[in-house]
C-alpha cells in the first residue's frame, strides 16, 4: 500500500490540473461568447453612432462655460468612469463625468473633440484601454491602443487642456462574474500597456495616474474587496481611487 501511495498522490494531481485547466477553458469560452452576445448587441448603436455621440449631445448643449475660475475637469473613459458618482468623490467640484461603459479608445476619439474640447476644461482625466485589450469592437494591438491614446492627448494639449492619464487597472477572477471578463484581458498586456501609459506620460509632461499599483494584490490581480466582478470598482474601489485622481488633479492645476 505504501508503494501506491505517490502514484495515487500524483494521480490527484493530474486529475485537478486537468480539472483547473478544463475550468480555465469554459471560462474563457463563456468569457468569448459574452463579448459576441454583447457586440452583437450594438450592432445597431455602431452602425449608426459608433463613437456615440448622441449619448453626452445634449448634457453638453447645457453645459454652461466655465467661469473664469472655475477649474473644470473632464473625467474621460469608459464603464469604470461611466458609473463613477463624482458628485459622492469630489463633493463641491467642477468635475464633469463623460464615461461610456464598453467603449474602446477608437470611440473615446470620435468623441473627444465634444465631450472634452468643447467643454473647455482645464484637465481630462483619460481612463481607458481595458477594453481595448478585450476586444470589444475588434481586435487591437497594443500599438493601436497607444497610438489611440496619443492622439487625444496630443488634442488637449493642442486646446491647452492638461492631460492626467491612468493605468489600466488590474482584473482579477475570485467570483462568478469575474469569468466574463478575466481571461478577455491578459495581465501581461495590461502590464505591458500601462508601461508604456507611465513613459509616455514621463516623456511628454503629462502627468501619471497610477490606479493599478493601488489596487493590485500579492497575486498581480485586482484586491478581492474592491469589485464585485473582478473588473470594475465598488464604493471601496473608488474610495482608493479618488484621492489618487485628485492628486493628479492638482498636479496638473498647479502645472497649467
Not at 464633469?96 to 465634444?114: A, W
Request: aromatic residues 8%; neutral net charge; glycine residues 6%.
Amino acid at each position: 500500500m505504501l508503494r501506491k501511495r505517490p502514484l495515487l498522490c500524483l494521480a490527484t494531481i493530474l486529475v485537478s490540473t486537468i480539472a483547473l485547466a478544463q475550468s480555465s477553458s469554459d471560462d474563457a469560452v463563456l468569457a468569448v461568447r459574452n463579448l459576441e452576445q454583447y457586440r452583437e448587441g450594438l450592432i445597431k448603436l455602431w452602425m449608426n453612432d459608433f463613437g456615440n455621440l448622441g449619448r453626452y449631445r445634449d448634457a453638453n448643449s447645457k453645459l454652461r462655460p466655465p467661469a473664469a475660475n472655475e477649474d473644470r475637469v473632464v473625467f474621460m473613459g469608459d464603464s469604470i468612469t461611466d458609473i463613477w458618482h463624482l458628485d459622492k468623490s469630489f463633493p463641491g467640484k467642477p468635475y464633469v463625468n463623460r464615461g461610456i461603459g464598453g467603449q474602446t479608445t477608437p470611440q473615446m476619439l470620435i468623441r473627444f473633440r465634444p465631450d472634452v474640447i468643447a467643454l473647455a476644461p482645464k484637465v481630462v482625466v483619460i481612463l481607458a484601454g481595458t477594453n481595448d485589450i478585450s476586444g470589444n469592437t475588434g481586435p487591437m494591438t497594443l500599438a493601436e491602443i497607444e497610438a489611440n491614446l496619443q492622439t487625444m492627448c496630443e488634442l488637449a494639449r493642442l486646446h491647452n487642456v492638461r492631460v492626467v492619464l491612468a493605468s489600466v487597472l488590474p482584473v482579477n477572477n475570485y467570483t462568478e462574474r469575474s469569468k466574463l471578463f478575466f481571461s478577455l484581458r491578459p495581465s501581461d498586456q495590461i502590464l505591458e500597456l500601462n508601461r508604456w501609459i507611465k513613459d509616455y506620460a514621463a516623456r511628454n509632461n503629462y502627468i501619471y495616474l497610477d490606479y493599478f499599483s493601488a489596487m493590485v494584490d500579492d497575486k498581480g490581480l485586482l484586491q478581492r474587496d474592491v469589485s464585485e466582478d473582478g473588473l470594475h470598482p465598488n464604493d471601496k474601489g473608488y474610495a482608493v481611487m479618488a484621492p489618487l485622481a485628485q492628486k493628479a488633479i492638482d498636479q496638473a492645476l498647479a502645472a497649467h
